[in-house]
């Protein structure tokens, strides 16, 4: 097995909380100390940024299903050109993964086809219905890392709150979405005067704090270790804190679409800034940054969801919700370090480490012995964003001919080169 | 006088003088509208093609005659009963418009956006006739040329519009426009049917008629869909009628020479008193109707106007 020794480099460790020069080794798969690697493939990094590679919970890949959208092959190429090494993948497809055997199918297309580490989240509904529990047990077994309806939320308290007891009983982590679904029903937009005037159906910021203090007090009840895919307002990341400070196993996550756009973005009825909960006011979105700086906000996520071009084309309240990130998440995550909001060690907490912890990897820091999933980039070159170049199969971004800084220079998983562009 | 519009989407993009050239040319049509010889060869040779996503008789019908009444060929797309319903996207189907090259879009549309979409993808003047709740351009503007002829003037008045603002495209429009105008604009209807920041369009929000009324040069009428009920915006026809419906109690409370407006088609007894619907002195609703061909044919004129600009000299060797 070959060895690796990134010299030069500007490690950024969000478990020690360091940004400095350094060197890293990498043998056998694993990071390890970078003295005394004979032989060992010798890489200057040239002063750029080492870090451990993203780790993205929520990742729709659309196999099975609706390949033409994307394919676990496309969907890898654009994590391994964005720095991402896990895809944690949403179990929202056409059938959706409810099954051991479906949830199969995905391990082994993902192992084919997907150069990146691909750790797949099952339904906890059968068929993501709310009705009957998903088999959780087999699941588990087949090797799902959590428990997800996706955006699909569990209106019945009663199904709900006994998946999350039963849940409970074998570790295992359940994801919500927090929204109140009846309220919700129909909303392209977040009330205001924005969709007001835009005649876009919209829906109170405060559906989401009803979502979650519902969700809250079923944790209470079943003891269930919850991860809440998206909190996007101030009201509701209130409830969060206080949920955390009663010490129950609650963690949050924010798409990065959350934290660096707001409603107004959406202008002249651009559907590609149409996403699930909608962009929230300039307020929530800072409330949402301040979250993640602080780690009352655990993890970003791309909140990856290939749209074809005919889902979109359509007008503002007809067209299909989501955004792809794979590939734009990291240099849309530097625009808050360059705009002094965090510092990159602070961003990574939210990347790489604490979604790895959240699901019990090792990987997602810079510790000898931890897998060598890795990421160097610079965080300032500066591009303009062109959709057509994006690997995904859908180009469905928010970011098309936006300014942007921050390339990756390559990707390595388990200590093997996964991208051929740069350093 | 200019009028520099490519589209009419909204009154968002209008400019208080472009409103006024617009006005002006409509009130030249107002007179050839009453005289014999209703003709006029502004649009001849163009195209016309009204795209009805959602039934509408008066309007589509005020737009086909102002269309013909300026010699364009008008055609009349029934959109609910053709292809859309086979799956074909709204896109698609104005793709297919375009390739028969029309010079003028008429598009009503039951989601918001829709006519900015199309003139994103078509090569020819798109009018909005409406699109969900965000905009209806010529209701407005019909609005304001009746307001004008009323009272002489479109600025410094008190105007009251009053029911469903929340899902109402008139209200949209009336608002921007008599607010570029510089009118004292309130808002009057239960806080159901009130858009959620509402008091920061620069109006005045009131929860009853008399407080709304009060002084009123101005008192448009909105209809009250009926299906409102089902999603319990209001509980009752009556209570509604009762509160916030138009009689002479409330109207008393706005100014003596207070002129009362609707957008038509009204519901006698739930949003309007019959009677007041019917008072010659007060009730300038067929005013509208009238105004709304004139409006129509002058934004098709001066948009005509500006398509020809806009395209290549015809070869006069050829």
Request: charged residues 25%; proline residues 5%.
């Amino acid at each position: 097995m070959t060895a690796i020794v990134f010299r030069n480099a500007r490690l950024i460790d969000p478990e020690k909380g360091t940004d400095q020069i350094g060197s890293l080794g990498v043998k056998d798969g694993l990071i390890v100390e970078p003295q005394g690697l004979d032989g060992a493939e010798e890489i200057d990094c040239q002063g750029n940024c080492l870090a451990p590679g993203i780790v993205d919970i929520g990742v729709k890949v659309s196999e099975p299903g609706e390949r033409h959208k994307e394919s676990f092959r496309t969907a890898g190429l654009a994590a391994a050109a964005g720095g991402v090494t896990t895809m944690v993948t949403r179990p929202d497809t056409l059938p959706a993964i409810d099954t051991p055997e479906v949830l199969e199918f995905v391990r082994r297309r993902a192992n084919e086809a997907a150069p990146v580490n691909v750790l797949p989240m099952a339904a906890l509904t059968r068929g993501r219905e709310g009705r009957e529990m998903a088999e959780i047990g087999f699941l588990l077994d087949a090797g799902a890392v959590a428990f997800t309806d996706c955006d699909s939320v569990v209106t019945n308290t009663k199904v709900f709150s006994r998946c999350l007891t039963y849940a409970a009983s074998l570790g295992a982590l359940v994801v919500g979405h927090p929204q109140e679904p009846v309220l919700s029903a129909g909303a392209a937009a977040t009330s205001g005067k924005f969709a007001a005037l835009k005649g876009i159906p919209a829906v109170s910021p405060l559906a989401e704090r009803m979502g979650l203090d519902r969700d809250i007090a079923i944790v209470e009840m079943t003891g269930a270790r919850y991860h809440a895919d998206q909190v996007t307002t101030e009201r509701a990341l209130r409830r969060l804190a206080r949920a955390k400070d009663s010490g129950l196993d609650i963690t949050a996550g924010v798409s990065i679409h959350h934290l660096t756009l707001n409603e107004l973005d959406v202008g002249d009825y651009r559907t590609f800034f149409k996403v699930k909960p909608p962009l929230r006011s300039e307020d929530d979105r800072l409330a949402a940054v301040d979250a993640v700086a602080s780690g009352l906000i655990d993890v970003i996520s791309s909140m990856h969801t290939p749209q074809d071009e005919e889902s979109k084309r359509l007008t503002f309240e007809e067209a299909a919700s989501g955004a792809i990130g794979l590939e734009t998440m990291l240099p849309a995550a530097l625009r808050l370090v360059h705009s002094g909001q965090m510092t990159l060690p602070v961003l990574w907490r939210a990347l790489s480490l604490s979604p790895a912890k959240r699901l019990g990897l090792s990987a997602g820091r810079l510790a000898p012995g931890t897998p060598a999933d890795l990421v160097l980039f610079d965080p300032n070159a500066p591009f303009v964003m062109d959709r057509f170049k994006l690997l995904s199969k859908s180009k469905n971004t928010p970011f098309d001919e936006a300014r942007m800084q921050g390339r990756v220079k390559g990707t390595w998983v388990a200590g093997r080169r996964i991208t051929t562009n740069g350093a | 006088m200019s009028f520099r519009a490519r589209h009419l989407l909204g009154i968002e993009h209008l400019a208080p003088d472009e409103i006024v050239t617009l006005l002006d040319q409509a009130e030249t049509y107002v007179d050839l509208n009453r005289s014999d010889e209703k003709h006029d060869t502004a649009l001849k040779g163009l195209t016309q093609i009204n795209m009805f996503f959602e039934a509408s008789t008066r309007t589509q019908t005020s737009f086909e005659v102002a269309g013909k009444r300026l010699g364009a060929d008008v055609m009349n797309m029934h959109m609910q009963s053709s292809s859309v319903k086979k799956g074909e996207t709204l896109i698609d189907t104005a793709l297919t418009l375009n390739a028969m090259h029309p010079d003028l879009l008429v598009v009503r549309h039951p989601s918001s956006g829709a006519a900015n979409l199309l003139a994103q993808k078509v090569n020819c003047a798109v009018l909005n006739a409406g699109d969900g709740r965000h905009e209806h351009p010529t209701q407005a503007l019909l609005d304001a040329l009746t307001i004008r002829r009323a009272k002489d003037r479109l600025h410094r008045l008190t105007i009251a519009i009053c029911g469903d603002i929340a899902h109402s495209r008139v209200a949209r429009s009336n608002i921007l426009l008599l607010g570029k105008m510089e009118n004292r604009i309130r808002l009057v209807g239960p806080p159901t049917l009130m858009p959620s920041g509402a008091a920061d369009w620069g109006v005045e929000v009131c929860q009853n008629m008399e407080d709304g009324l009060k002084d009123a040069d101005v008192v448009m009428m909105l209809r009250l869909q009926k299906e409102r009920m089902d999603g319990a915006f209001i509980p009752s026809e009556r209570e509604y009628f009762h509160r916030f419906g138009l009689d002479g109690a409330k109207l008393a409370h706005a100014k003596d020479d207070a002129i009362v407006m609707h957008p038509g088609p009204m519901n006698r007894g739930v949003e309007i008193d019959g009677t007041i619907a019917d008072d010659i002195n007060r009730s300038v609703i067929q005013d509208q109707v009238e105004m709304g061909v004139a409006v129509r044919m002058a934004a098709m004129k001066l948009l005509a106007q500006n398509l020809r600009a806009t395209r290549p000299a015809p070869d006069v060797m050829a």
